[in-house]
């Protein structure tokens, strides 16, 4: 598939919520050892709002998909993360316009401004050990393999992604609750930049289908 459009990116958002709904204690054990224990349960509410809002009005373009799951989770989610995922999917759905669907260069800029917004929103860099270390590697990856098409954007995205989260574990985290921890946030897992992962897992495996 070389375009996603509105149902497509529908079907990933699905598969995000499930993936959330399966890793949701894993998250939320990731949180309780270097925050408030509760990024599980709360992407997890957050995402089941989202495809309830996608089942009752389903919309017809990629750009109003991430729009309504962006409104959905800053509604639902209270923490750092509702606020920094509903920024990205607002982001992207800016981004996005009216277009009837998106192609390579289509997702990679709005991957590019979708991780623009959780920079601002969450006043983080690069080696902060967040989510958006994840995303930002995705980003990268995504615009080098623009001329490769959109299943391959997706693929590059998702190993960057995974690549990212696997290597900010032995770093100390410097935004966020984690970052009160100081030095003894070294060697945990992030757990905003574990369910970032999965989101762009869900992605490539809409292009693998
Ligand atoms: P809260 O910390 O409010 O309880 P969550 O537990 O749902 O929110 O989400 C925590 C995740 O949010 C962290 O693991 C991190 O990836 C991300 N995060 C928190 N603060 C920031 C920030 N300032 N910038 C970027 N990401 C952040
Ligand atoms: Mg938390
Ligand atoms: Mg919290």
Redesign the pocket.
């Known amino acids: 598939a070389e375009r996603l459009a509105a149902t497509d990116v529908t079907a990933v958002f699905r598969g995000f919520q499930q993936a959330v709904q399966r890793d949701r204690d894993l998250l939320t054990d990731l ?1 309780t050892a270097v ?2 224990g ?2 599980g349960t ?2 997890d509410r957050g995402m089941r709002a989202a495809v309830e809002a996608l089942d009752a009005t389903p919309p017809d373009t990629p750009g109003a998909v991430f729009n309504l799951v962006g409104r959905r989770l800053v509604s639902t ?1 209270g ?4 606020a ?1 995922y509903g920024t990205a999917f607002l982001r992207a759905a800016k981004a996005a316009g009216a277009a009837p669907e998106l192609d390579a260069a289509g997702f990679a800029a709005v991957l590019r401004d979708a991780t623009t917004g ?1 920079a601002e929103r ?3 860099a690069a080696g ?1 050990k ?3 270390d994840v995303w930002t590697a995705a980003s990268a990856a995504a615009d080098a393999a623009l001329g490769d098409g959109l299943a391959a954007v997706l693929a590059a995205a998702s190993i960057a992604a995974d690549a990212a989260e696997q290597q900010l574990v032995p770093w100390q985290a410097r ?4 970052s009160y921890l100081g030095e003894r946030s070294e060697g945990h897992r ?4 574990v369910s970032s992962r999965l989101l762009f897992d869900c992605f490539a495996a809409w292009a693998a289908a």
């Not at 923490?79 to 509702?82: E, L, R, T």
């Not at 992030?190 to 930049?193: L, V, Y």
């Open positions: 949180d925050g408030d509760d990024h709360n992407l989610v923490g750092a993360s509702g920094l959780i969450g006043k983080c902060d967040t989510m958006y935004r966020g609750r984690a992030d757990p905003g930049a």
